[in-house]
């Protein structure tokens, strides 16, 4: 499917503000947050940064001339994921783990989440290439071995695939449709992170889909991502070209290719954001897919919950070890056989001053790995 619709940012003439509402059809404010480097639309400025939570946002004024990009989609992708399976997914999320910070509570999490929309670009074009290739053609080699077994020679029969590679020529003549590119720069990484988007699911753009929501706009403009775009159409291009020779394998595929009438789409993805604060004050935000409802941030323990479980936990073992000592001296004094249950109980305290290092493990450990996924 292809839509091609051309819009312009209008500038009001008697301000350095861009018009979005003529353009978007909602009224929509611009910011700018230098914190992320994103820019985005939204019906009300925040306090925060609606993608990474930090306060670092500013009003965008004519620098909205310089943006890669500033027209509306021409397809959104609707929300499947409702706000009560979000806020159940913040849940297990929040509890998944011992010692989390303070700021982290369902109740925070989800005054916080914001639906939102990022972009993407899909592009159509013509191709004309030759192209050249070896096919693999599955063949069986059949041979047999013999085995005695149960006191006579049986003959058994050995089947074996092996490939049979050939050159083969052609060309290309096509339209391909609806391939993927990123309209922001850390598209391949979120998609990592939260999973692919299903395009099947996509609607024409209208107004209505994104009140109460914010908008991030392109980081990169369709010229810029068309390196990607290319690489799609050639590996759609090489199993087609497979497909064409009746191959089941095909390696060292080399074409020339030439495009030609592009004509490129953006379309909407749907995502929720939120976003907690550590013991320190730093923000980590969170993103939840729209479709599949995949979770992805960083977990960070708490140092100062650990701390007072540590204190408490020290306090019991230095008790533990007072009544031990008070046992003993019960023990000597009254001249009772009460002595091995002072040293009992002295080991005791020491085991539970040993574990007194547990929590900072236990938080060490859950930075540590947070850090390194």
């Not at 639309?41 to 306090?47: H, I, N, T, V």
């Not at 041979?143 to 029969?157: A, D, I, N, V």
């Not at 991502?225 to 064409?244: F, G, P």
């Not at 936990?313 to 002595?339: F, H, K, P, Q, R």
Request: glycine share 4%.
């Amino acid at each position: 499917m292809s839509f091609i619709l051309c819009y312009d940012v209008l500038m009001d003439e008697h301000s350095d503000q861009a018009d979005w509402t003529a353009v978007w059809g909602e009224h929509l404010t611009a910011i700018a947050c230098e914190a992320c480097n994103s820019t985005f639309l939204l019906e009300q400025p925040p306090s925060n940064c609606p993608y990474c939570g930090q306060k670092s946002i500013a009003p965008l004024a004519n620098e909205a001339m310089h943006l890669a990009h500033t027209q509306p989609p021409e397809l959104t992708i609707p929300f499947l994921i409702k706000e009560e399976q979000v806020a159940q997914k913040l849940q297990a999320f929040s509890k998944r783990f011992w010692f989390a910070p303070s700021d982290m509570t369902l109740a925070h999490l989800r005054e916080r989440t914001r639906p939102f929309f990022l972009p993407m670009w899909l592009v159509d074009s013509d191709a004309t290439a030759q192209w050249g290739a070896e096919m693999g053609f599955d063949y069986d080699v059949v041979s047999h071995r013999e085995k005695y077994r149960s006191g006579k020679w049986e003959t058994e029969q050995i089947i074996r695939t092996q490939i049979r590679w050939e050159a083969r020529v052609g060309t290309v003549e096509r339209r391909y449709d609806n391939h993927p590119a990123p309209a922001l720069e850390e598209h391949d990484a979120l998609r990592q992170k939260i999973g692919a988007f299903k395009s099947r699911h996509a609607r024409p753009f209208s107004p209505n889909d994104i009140k109460g929501r914010a908008i991030r706009l392109p980081d990169r403009a369709p010229e810029d991502a068309w390196t990607e775009a290319e690489a799609s159409i050639k590996t759609a291009a090489i199993d087609q070209c497979r497909q064409a020779s009746a191959a089941e394998h095909i390696r060292d595929f080399k074409w020339a290719a030439q495009f030609s009438n592009k004509e490129w789409t953006q379309l909407l993805l749907p995502v929720y954001t939120t976003y907690y604060q550590d013991d320190d004050g730093r923000t980590h935000p969170l993103i939840i897919h729209g479709q599949n409802g995949r979770l992805h941030g960083m977990r960070r323990a708490s140092s100062k919950k650990a701390k007072r479980w540590s204190i408490t936990i020290a306090a019991i073992a230095l008790l533990t070890l007072c009544l031990s000592m008070i046992v003993g001296a019960i023990s000597l004094a009254a001249e009772e056989a009460i002595l091995p249950f002072a040293v009992i109980i002295f080991f005791g305290g020491m085991i539970i001053a040993m574990a007194a290092l547990i929590p900072f493990i236990i938080v060490w450990y859950v930075n540590s790995k947070s850090e390194k996924e």
